[in-house]
């Protein structure tokens, strides 16, 4: 246990004390009590910030931590939509179906992320040219779902229905036996995204802080040393960026759940753009960081929105521009490091207070 | 005995440079050799065809008795080959141990790395620092803990590329010092340098490149005593 939990904790990630984990335990409690006593509205809503954290801590790990800017992510979090939308139409969701669909869906992702990464790699394609190439291909995935509104574009049963998108499918679904199945809607679909989000992150809370994580922030400083200390820089890249790809598919295929639809505008420049703002606002070098800021941001954004403000977007423009010129570590982390001092600041003369009391009393006995 | 370094013929263009042109350059195992030769004389040049860089026009790199030419440049690290970079190659934004750790984890279990960490800052001085961003280090330290870096890995052949730029006479001194008994040790290194008093200090056999060919090769007092190298570095006619 103690063994297990100490993979948690290491020089790639903030929080790593006793006081972050009680209340990291203690915001899970609140979360998994809040169904008991807030409405559904707010229940969905609160899902709905957690739905985009995946594809926002794939990008962390990405250009966080191993320095690739990847300026598509939507590419994949469109492609798992899409495909979850395909599979569900087609085959229904009776025995647990959505749930293999969700699994086929995200394994598209990644494989759409493998072959891309893999030419671009192994290509020898570095630094902006990634982000260059990235929302090419989401631009491209966009424009081609666009043009997909005549009857002719159906796949099987499942029509893609163009600009409009698709809509229609069914949500998550548990079997269970001797009765109908569980559908994962309200605060069922809440505390299952709650559960994924607890796993995805303590998952890649290991994985920063493991071997393959020092690997990786040697590849963002200084991807020439990191190949001659003898790693293949381009294989850790490519399985980052798999990596990366699974979870923007995982967003795209609970966005498709969350709100049974999905558009191609999910993979336009607008949307390709927001995961950057969360990332770099909060702190792309930190995995909490960006769960934190992603989630406000998501919250700001809608509350923006839903006072029928026009000015979401350029708030997040602006968000970002601002981070970048005042905290280009992210604000997040920013502030952590700021409160760490002032911390340490403290401590020192608590010590030395107490040294001079024993001074004192040592001199007065 | 074969060489553990050879290169044959090796010939590297850029463009209308002709930047290497036929070098034969052999390094016995155990050996403390010195690069040098006036600035452009092909010596990173060599370094980088060595280690794969980029690939020579023509010719080959041969270690440890196997033609390695075709071998990308992290599985000749593998093979034993080490290099400190002429600019400082370090990780700026970590630790000083983790820096030294990563290069460690490479080969070694947790433990042993953890065990061998400690010997490795204690042999560079680098203590008081460990827990401090690498790129915060003086340039002096910046230099030692990259060679830390590169001898973290045991390599067989260490390749140092102006080692001691930058450094003040003392740390030169201590870092000649270090390179002597890391080869006393049993590793075999290749030292480019421009700073004589250093080599003086360290080498008993120097290779002198210009325009990108071997030059002379020889015994230390032979070189220094040698008039045509004295010009090459001077431009005396």
């Known amino acids: 246990m103690g063994n297990w939990f100490s993979l948690l904790n290491g020089p790639q990630t903030m929080g790593n004390g006793r006081g972050f984990w009680v209340s990291f335990c203690a915001v899970i409690l609140i979360l998994v009590a809040l169904p008991l006593f807030a409405d559904s509205y707010l229940i969905n809503n609160i899902g709905f910030f957690f739905v985009w954290v995946f594809m926002s801590m794939g990008l962390s790990l990405l250009w966080g931590y191993t320095g690739i800017l990847s300026f598509g992510q939507t590419a994949f979090f469109g492609v798992a939509g899409y495909a979850y939308g395909v599979i569900t139409l087609n085959f229904g969701s009776s025995y647990g179906l959505t749930f293999a669909a969700l699994l086929v869906a995200v394994a598209l992702a990644a494989l759409v992320a493998l072959i891309i990464g893999y030419f671009m790699f192994y290509g020898g394609i570095r630094d902006v040219f990634v982000g260059i190439v990235t929302l090419s291909i989401t631009l491209v995935f966009e424009t081609f779902m666009a043009q997909t509104a005549g009857p002719e574009w159906a796949i099987g049963s499942a029509r893609l229905n163009g600009f409009n998108g698709m809509s229609g499918m069914p949500p998550l679904t548990i079997p269970w036996p001797g009765q109908e199945d569980i559908a994962l809607e309200g605060q069922y679909l809440f505390w299952f995204l709650v559960a994924l989000v607890v796993c995805v992150y303590l998952g890649l809370r290991i994985l920063v802080n493991s071997r393959f994580g020092n690997v990786m922030v040697a590849i963002r400083e200084n991807p020439n040393r990191a190949e001659m200390l003898g790693y293949d820089v381009r294989r850790y890249q490519l399985i980052v960026f798999v990596i990366a790809g699974a979870l923007a598919g995982l967003s795209g295929v609970l966005y498709t759940t969350w709100g049974t639809y999905i558009t191609p505008s999910t993979m336009g420049l607008t949307a390709a753009a927001l995961p950057i703002v969360w990332t770099a606002a909060g702190g792309r070098k930190d995995l909490t960081a960006t769960l934190v800021a992603t989630i406000f941001l998501v919250w700001l954004s809608q509350i923006l929105a839903v006072k029928g403000s026009q000015y979401a977007l350029i708030l997040m423009g602006f968000i970002l521009l601002v981070a970048v010129m005042l905290a280009p570590e992210g604000f997040v982390v920013t502030l952590v490091k700021k409160i760490g001092l002032l911390a340490r600041r403290s401590a020192p003369k608590a010590t030395s207070v107490s040294e001079r009391k024993l001074a004192d009393s040592s001199s007065s006995s | ?237």
């Open chain 2, 1 to 237: 005995m074969t060489p553990i370094l050879a290169t044959k013929g090796l010939n590297k263009r850029f463009g209308g440079l002709h930047a290497m042109n036929g070098v034969d350059l052999n390094v016995e195992r155990g050996e403390l050799r010195c690069l040098i030769g006036p600035n452009g004389a092909g010596k990173s040049t060599l370094f980088k065809l060595i280690l794969g860089t980029y690939p020579p026009t023509s010719g080959e790199v041969w270690f440890n008795g196997e033609n390695i030419t075709r071998l990308l440049p992290y599985r000749r690290v593998e093979k034993g080959i080490s290099i400190k970079f002429q600019v400082p190659g370090i990780f700026q934004d970590l630790p000083v141990a983790q820096n030294l750790l990563i290069a460690l984890q490479h080969r070694l279990s947790k433990e042993a790395a953890k065990a061998e960490l400690e010997r490795l800052l204690a042999l560079l001085d680098l203590q008081p620092a460990r827990a401090q961003r690498a790129g915060e280090l003086s340039h002096g330290q910046k230099q030692w803990l990259e060679i830390g870096m590169a001898i973290a890995l045991s390599p067989s052949l260490l390749l140092l590329d102006e080692p001691t730029a930058g450094m003040s006479p003392e740390e030169t001194f201590k870092t000649g010092e270090l390179v002597k008994r890391l080869n006393q040790d049993g590793m075999t290194v290749v030292v480019i340098e421009h700073d004589m008093a250093f080599v003086r200090q360290i080498a008993r056999k120097v290779t002198v490149l210009h325009f990108g060919k071997i030059f002379v090769e020889g015994p230390l007092d032979e070189i220094i005593s040698n008039e045509d190298v004295a010009r090459i570095y001077l431009g005396k006619d």
